[in-house]
């Protein structure tokens, strides 16, 4: 095999024909390039389900195949990074998340390095591949690391534009990204910065806050039960590391309750991140948190799974009318 374009990568080669979800990775740092970054991207064996190949097509002097070799992958782009030049690495979140812990921590976190660590097919978007690849640990892992940023795009425009805002962050950063095959929340024109969420709708008896792809089902959810009479809001914090902190106590100076939702165990995730800005500042309103509720996710394709779970437009606003009415 030469290259990472091998025809005899066999039916991977169509997948971005199949899915265009997946060039919103390419996309993103294609315009890094285009605006003088000197950035390089790898993959641990996995271009064509994370759409890396597009970006090796267009720049192959700056795409790096690691191979089937995610924490050496983590180690060679803190090196690479030592040398001025930006690196974005990727493979599955659950193996980069995990299998790679203790190189983010050591030589991409300790170090101070500006990697951007890529973990794709979060949550249980990998359906049938099971436990082994499914990633309802990752925020936990990495937001506890000291000095690494924790990003939750909603989607692929939202996505592009947190790989923009990365120019000016100096520090590591984990994307937590979906698998192409995100439903739409923002338009080609989507904002995103560090720390700040983007709050899409105010309600005073509820305030949803979402991150990835749970940011489309909430809105669905609240706007079934605005349509029913009630007042339900919806803030999509794709920072969830930094947080912002004031989003959340506005929010709960408004709303009676507050519910996270988040395709992660509801430990250690979104929702403990809310809880712990909600407890430092003693904000008396009461909080639901919602996910994976500790346990190892069954194996079923990501849409059973979805509605399983109730991490679906419909499962959400069952949960969030039950908590309204508690």
């Known amino acids: 095999m030469t290259g990472p374009l091998s025809p005899n990568s066999w039916q991977y080669r169509g997948l971005n024909a199949a899915n265009p979800g997946l060039d919103h990775l390419s996309n993103g740092l294609i315009d890094l390039v285009k605006a003088g970054h000197n950035v390089v991207a790898g ?3 996995l271009q064509y389900s994370n ?6 097509t267009v720049y192959p002097d700056r795409y790096i195949p690691f191979g089937i070799s995610e924490q050496n992958m983590v180690s060679v782009a803190a090196g690479i ?5 930006t690196p974005f690495v990727a493979t599955f979140a659950s193996f980069i998340a995990l299998l790679a812990c203790e190189q983010i921590r050591m030589d991409v976190a300790y170090s101070a390095q500006p990697v951007r660590l890529i ?5 249980i978007s990998l359906g049938f591949y099971g436990t082994s690849h499914h990633a309802t640990e990752d925020i936990a892992t990495m937001r506890s690391i000291a000095d690494l940023s924790v990003v939750s795009p909603a989607d692929g425009a939202q996505l592009e534009a947190a790989i923009r805002a990365s120019a000016e962050h100096d520090r590591p950063i984990y994307f937590r990204i979906g698998r192409g095959r995100d439903p739409v929340v923002y338009d080609r024109d989507a904002t995103f910065a560090f720390g700040r969420a983007h ?4 309600g005073e008896e509820l305030t949803i806050v979402a991150c990835g792809m749970a940011v489309h089902g909430a809105l669905e959810a609240a706007r079934a039960l605005n349509a029913e009479g009630r007042s339900v809001g919806v803030i999509d914090m794709a920072s969830i590391k930094p947080i912002d902190r004031d989003a959340i106590l506005s929010a709960a100076a408004r709303a009676r309750r507050m519910m996270t939702v988040e395709e992660h165990n509801v430990l250690g995730g979104l929702g403990a991140a809310v809880a712990e800005v909600l407890t430092d500042e003693g904000a008396g309103v009461k909080l639901k948190r919602h996910g994976i509720h500790d346990e190892f996710s069954l194996i079923a394709p990501p849409t059973h799974l979805y509605a399983h779970y109730r991490l679906d437009g419909a499962g959400i606003r069952s949960v969030a009318r039950e908590f309204l009415m508690s």
């Not at 990074?81 to 030049?85: D, K, N, P, R």
């Open 43 to 45: 993959s641990a064996d």
């Open 51 to 56: 759409g890396l190949n597009r970006f090796a």
């Open 81 to 85: 990074a030592t040398c001025g030049v």
């Open 119 to 123: 973990g794709h097919h979060t949550g």
């Open 199 to 202: 709050e899409h709708l105010q």
